[in-house]
């Protein structure tokens, strides 16, 4: 939930703070006073590139700076950077001309990544743009897996088509390539080579730990010497030790208990100490540093001259012989690839068609649940279908996904990119936003005028619709509309304010009579008793209708 957000010296505002209520908030004012700027800045503060030109004119540096509560999945990623908490962090950022930008969580400094990360699944900010995401096809694949929510079921599929897709791509390298003889000739000659190195994905750091023990070695021998006979020698800890079991011989639970455990200690010190008797005897035997010294180099020149590591060259060995098998015997080695890949073109497809009877099962139950809030938003007559094509196997499975929709009775649903009027797809958006955060981590919705082309008795079933999605999620909304306003929890009321200087952007919490005020000018720019009693019932109906109290 964000609690308070204050902008200083940002774009055409001077200095806000606001305090969020918990549940539905709404802005007004008079177009142009500031109302989208408030929600650009709160976007910037939580994703946004520093860039100076959000700067107010005249300054120096921005400052924007949210309070946030913070949820379990928060918790995790802000206990891994070890930043601490009471429960509340505050998000500050600092924009300055000079390029000296700052991103700080409860005074640590972070990176734009990691705010990203935070906030990605929790912030859904909506603005007349994201009627377009909705129209494009090629999203509503997306959304449908949204609303099925089986990670599992997908990674599955993600891990067994990108193993296909390998192999598919190896058979198709493997049928278009011939090698002639020259070529062959250089495979064999780096094939050969790659096999007298006799690689071993261990071998390069044992050899590099015992080149750093051959160059302290006198430091070895003191120190493991010393521990030797510390243990070892006359009254060292083993004999001590020893003396210690023999002597805790009485008739008692507790001293047997102690006894049992300090032989246990006793045979382990016993075991370790071997391992170092191990590693000093090594000091005894002549190690060849040449030798050593000689298969790093080795090791230095194949990863240099095949730009890779060493589990790569191995790679790179396999790889090559490989390719002299293929010229040797193509269509064998062809056959063998096939073989691999009919095998994981299945399971791909196995997996795929599970996917698919998932999604065809959860469609039927996204389409009911689009419906019935359709039929709040006085779209009763829409017919929202969810249509699955099947295709090829490709990244995503084997459906290829359209929205459909209808507006009227007896009309033949047509893909939803088709559909001309703005307001019934603001409704329409209102209603997928309603299912798909209700299933989310979002904790705050932010409605950039998603009332455009509404009006009447449907502004008021927007606003109502608005409303329940605060008894889950907390709202920022920007509204033109009294019927939209008059639902909410917190009314704000931004406008501007002249000096003799300049003009400021200044934002002010209503209070009930205010709020009545405000719902009657935006309904007619009047504020005669009638506009006012008007006004009063409007608000009154939409707040009875609500089933959490105020704040």
Not at 225 to 240: F, T
Not at 256 to 285: C, H
Not at 427 to 455: Q, Y
């Amino acid at each position: 939930m964000l609690k308070s957000l204050y902008i200083k010296n940002y774009a055409i505002i001077d200095e806000l703070n606001i305090e969020f209520h918990p549940f539905f908030n709404v802005f007004t004012g008079e177009t142009g006073a500031g109302k989208s700027i408030i929600v650009g800045a709160l976007s910037f503060l939580i994703r946004g590139k520093a860039d100076p030109g959000i700067i107010k004119n005249g300054q120096e540096k921005a400052i924007i700076e949210g309070v946030f509560s913070v949820d379990k999945s928060m918790d995790t990623l802000l206990k891994e950077a070890d930043i601490e908490h009471d429960g509340e962090i505050i998000v500050r950022r600092v924009i300055s001309r000079d390029n000296h930008n700052s991103i700080r969580i409860n005074e640590m400094s972070v990176t734009l990544n990691f705010l990203s990360q935070l906030f990605a699944d929790h912030i859904d900010i909506h603005s007349q743009k994201d009627n377009q995401y909705l129209l494009n096809k090629r999203n509503h694949l997306y959304l449908l897996d949204q609303y099925v929510s089986d990670d599992a079921l997908f990674d599955a599929y993600h891990d067994t088509y990108a193993s296909y897709h390998k192999l598919e791509r190896e058979f198709k390298e493997l049928n278009e390539n011939t090698y002639n003889e020259s070529e062959l000739e250089y495979y064999r000659f780096d094939l050969q080579e790659l096999k007298e190195a006799e690689l071993d994905v261990n071998e390069e750091a044992e050899l590099l730990q015992k080149e750093a023990r051959y160059k302290s070695q006198e430091k070895y021998i003191i120190i493991l010497s010393n521990v030797l006979d510390l243990y070892d020698g006359d009254s060292g800890i083993k004999e001590k030790l020893s003396t210690v079991i023999k002597e805790l011989h009485i008739n008692d639970e507790l001293i047997d208990q102690v006894r049992e455990n300090v032989d246990n200690i006793y045979y382990q010190l016993n075991d370790e100490i071997d391992k170092l008797k191990e590693l000093y005897a090594t000091f005894d035997e002549e190690l060849n540093i040449d030798q050593i010294e000689q298969r790093l180099y080795n090791y230095s020149r194949l990863k240099r001259k095949h730009d890779t590591d060493v589990p790569g060259l191995l790679e790179k060995q396999k790889q090559l012989q490989e390719k002299i098998d293929f010229f040797l015997d193509k269509d064998h080695v062809l056959n063998e690839k096939k073989k691999e890949l009919d095998d994981a073109y299945q399971k791909a497809l196995s997996i795929a068609q599970m996917i698919h009877e998932k999604r065809s099962v959860k469609a039927k139950e996204l389409e009911e649940q689009i419906r019935n809030q359709c039929d709040d938003l006085l779209l009763s007559n829409v017919n929202f279908q969810i249509r699955i094509d099947e295709t090829e196997l490709g990244t995503h499975g084997i459906d290829d996904v359209e929205f459909y929709i209808a507006l009227n009775k007896n009309e033949e649903p047509k893909p939803l990119r088709n559909i001309a009027s703005g307001g019934e797809i603001s409704r329409l958006m209102l209603a997928l936003k309603s299912v798909f955060t209700s299933i989310s981590e979002v904790f705050l919705v932010i409605f950039d005028e998603i009332d455009t082309g509404i009006s009447g008795k449907t502004a008021l079933a927007v606003g109502q619709k608005i409303a329940r999605i605060a008894e889950n999620k907390q709202v920022i909304c920007i509204t033109h509309l009294p019927s939209v306003a008059a639902c909410a929890d917190a009314h704000y009321y931004i406008y501007k304010e002249d000096d003799l200087l300049e003009t400021k952007t200044k934002v002010r919490r209503l209070n009930r009579e205010e709020i009545i005020k405000e719902i009657a000018y935006i309904s007619s720019l009047d504020d005669s008793p009638s506009a006012l009693e008007a006004a009063e019932q409007l608000y009154l109906t939409a707040q009875g209708a609500k089933k959490h109290e105020n704040g």
